[in-house]
């Protein structure tokens, strides 16, 4: 099972989504995976902060347009 994560993880390394492909793989060899709420959460709260600190400049930008 490790070999099996660690060949997908290899594939998806350039994207970001070896987490997921791991996950997929375990899922689908009946694995049943539990994740704590508040590590979710935290996850959850990583991912929007950094996509909010991506899409701020350009989004201020537009808004300085439309602003009177």
Same mark, same amino acid.
Request: aromatic residues 8%.
């Given at each position: 099972?490790?070999? +099996?994560?660690?060949? =997908?993880?290899? $594939?998806?390394?350039?994207?970001?989504?070896?987490? *997921?492909? $791991?996950? $997929?793989? *375990?899922? +689908?060899?009946? !694995?049943? =995976?539990?994740?704590? %709420?508040? %590590? !979710?959460?935290?996850?959850?709260?990583?991912?929007?902060?950094? *996509?909010?600190?991506?899409?701020?400049?350009?989004?201020?930008?537009?808004?300085?347009?439309?602003?009177?």
């Amino acid at each position: 099972m490790a070999t +099996l994560a660690r060949s =997908l993880c290899r $594939a998806g390394h350039r994207f970001g989504i070896c987490p *997921l492909f $791991a996950r $997929a793989a *375990l899922r +689908l060899a009946g !694995r049943e =995976l539990a994740c704590p %709420v508040r %590590v !979710r959460e935290a996850g959850q709260c990583a991912i929007g902060t950094a *996509l909010g600190l991506y899409f701020t400049a350009p989004v201020l930008a537009v808004l300085t347009i439309y602003t009177p």
